[in-house]
């Protein structure tokens, strides 16, 4: 089994800055990404932004600019720094990893999320 578990949402006013972070563990081989994706009220999942073992990443338009992910794959963790944050980022927060385990098989593993609310 693998748990991932997500911390460091919150309340900010717009213009504010948050950071989130989250950490994957249990029998894990390797990671292959670990992703950051949301979901407001009302709304689809969206994907917010990923990063792949290699370091390549990937953003929503809607957050590039502003949003910056970051991985250690030493620890199996990945942040999101989340800058000049507006109202339309309100959401539940997710972090998603994708790997193998130690016997061989694939994992697709999501958090709990944590809620991020900008006020304007």
């Known amino acids: 089994q693998v748990q991932v578990v997500e911390s460091g949402g919150g309340l900010v006013q717009a213009g504010g800055s948050l950071r989130l972070s989250c950490a994957a563990s249990?029998?894990?081989?390797?990671?292959?990404?670990m992703d950051w994706y949301r979901q407001a009220p009302g709304k689809q999942r969206e994907l917010v932004a990923d990063?792949?073992?290699?370091?390549?990443?990937n953003y929503a338009d809607s957050v590039k600019g502003r949003f910056t992910i970051s991985r250690d794959n030493a620890k199996n963790t990945v942040n999101l720094q989340m800058n000049s944050l507006k109202p339309e980022d309100t959401a539940v927060y997710y972090c998603?990893?994708?790997?193998?385990?130690?016997?061989?098989?694939?994992?697709?593993?999501w958090g709990q999320g944590t809620q991020v609310t900008v006020s304007s």
């Open positions: 990063m792949s073992s290699g370091g390549s990443t």
């Open positions: 998603n990893v994708i790997g193998t385990t130690v016997w061989g098989t694939l994992f697709n593993s």
């Open positions: 249990g029998s894990i081989s390797r990671i292959r990404t």
